[in-house]
C-alpha cells in the first residue's frame, strides 16, 4: 500500500449503531487530520493530530470520536450519529516542522446514516 | 484567521478549450495558496502551490496559476482543457505561521464537454 488509505469506503449504518472509520498513512508523516465533506460546502476540519497529540478539535460533536494509536494510524469512532451526518470523510497526513505543510489525501469513507 | 473564496461553483467548457477558474482570498498574514483536485470516488491531489519567489508557478497535467498580490488572488488556468479534467477543484489557503491548518473555497466543479 502507498500514500493514504481509509477502510471502508463505503459505509451504511443506522443512527443507533456503532462504527469506527479507519486511515493509515505509508508516508512517513507526523500529523494527521479528519475533514468532513458535504456537498456544496466547502472542507470542514474536523480533528487534527501532531505528533499524535490532538491538537485541534473544531467543535465537533461528541459523537465523533477521534483516536490516533501512533504517527501512521488514525480512527474516528462513531456512535447515535443523525442524518445530517451522511457524507464524505477524508483523511488526510503531511509532515510538520516542514517549511510547507503539504497534505496527502485518502480516498474517503462515503458515510450513510439512515 | 483566513477565508477563501472560489467565484464559479460551475465551468463547463470545451475539449480544447482554455480555461480558468477563479479564486480569491483573505487573511490578515502572509499565506502560501494551494490548488487541489478531487476526481470522482477518490481524495483530493495537490496540483501545485504558491510559497513565494515567482508569482506564476506550474503544476501536474498543464496546470498553472498566478498569484496576485494586490488582488489577494490566485486563479488556476490551463490553455487547452481534455475529457479528463473533469473533476472538483479546490483552492486552499495556509497561514505561513500556523502551516498545520488549510482554508479551502467551496469548490468549482469543471465539465469538459466534447
Known amino acids: 500500500e502507498t500514500g493514504v488509505t481509509q477502510t471502508p469506503r463505503h459505509l451504511v449504518m443506522g443512527m443507533t449503531n456503532k462504527k469506527s472509520l479507519k486511515c493509515e498513512q505509508h508516508?512517513?508523516?507526523?500529523?494527521m487530520y479528519w475533514y468532513k465533506q458535504s456537498a456544496k460546502k466547502p472542507l470542514e476540519l474536523m480533528f487534527v493530530?501532531?505528533?499524535?497529540?490532538?491538537?485541534e478539535n473544531n467543535s465537533v460533536p461528541s459523537r465523533f470520536s477521534p483516536e490516533c494509536p501512533n504517527s501512521s494510524h488514525l480512527f474516528l469512532h462513531l456512535h447515535t450519529l443523525q442524518p445530517e451526518d451522511s457524507a464524505l470523510y477524508l483523511c488526510?497526513?503531511?509532515?510538520?516542522?516542514?517549511?510547507?505543510?503539504?497534505?496527502?489525501f485518502g480516498p474517503g469513507t462515503r458515510l450513510t446514516v439512515l | 484567521a483566513q477565508s477563501v473564496t472560489q467565484l464559479d461553483s460551475q465551468v463547463p467548457v470545451f475539449e480544447e478549450a482554455p480555461v480558468e477558474l477563479r479564486c480569491n482570498y483573505s487573511?490578515?498574514?502572509?499565506?502560501?495558496l494551494f490548488w487541489y483536485v478531487q476526481y470522482p470516488n477518490q481524495g483530493l491531489q495537490l496540483l501545485l502551490k504558491?510559497?513565494?519567489?515567482?508569482?506564476l508557478v506550474k503544476g501536474i497535467n498543464g496546470f498553472e496559476a498566478e498569484f496576485n498580490k494586490s488582488q489577494t488572488s490566485f486563479h488556476l488556468r490551463k490553455p487547452s482543457v481534455h475529457i479528463s479534467d473533469t473533476a472538483e477543484y479546490f483552492c486552499?489557503?495556509?497561514?505561513?505561521?500556523?502551516?498545520?491548518?488549510?482554508?479551502f473555497g467551496e469548490g468549482t466543479q469543471l465539465t469538459v464537454n466534447p
Open positions: 488526510a497526513s503531511s509532515q510538520v516542522r516542514q517549511p510547507v505543510n503539504e497534505q496527502f
Open positions: 508516508l512517513g508523516h507526523n500529523a
Open positions: 493530530y501532531s505528533l499524535e497529540e490532538r491538537v
Open positions: 487573511s490578515s498574514v502572509s499565506v502560501y
Open positions: 504558491y510559497l513565494s519567489g515567482s508569482t
Open positions: 486552499a489557503v495556509s497561514d505561513v505561521n500556523s502551516g498545520s491548518r488549510l482554508t
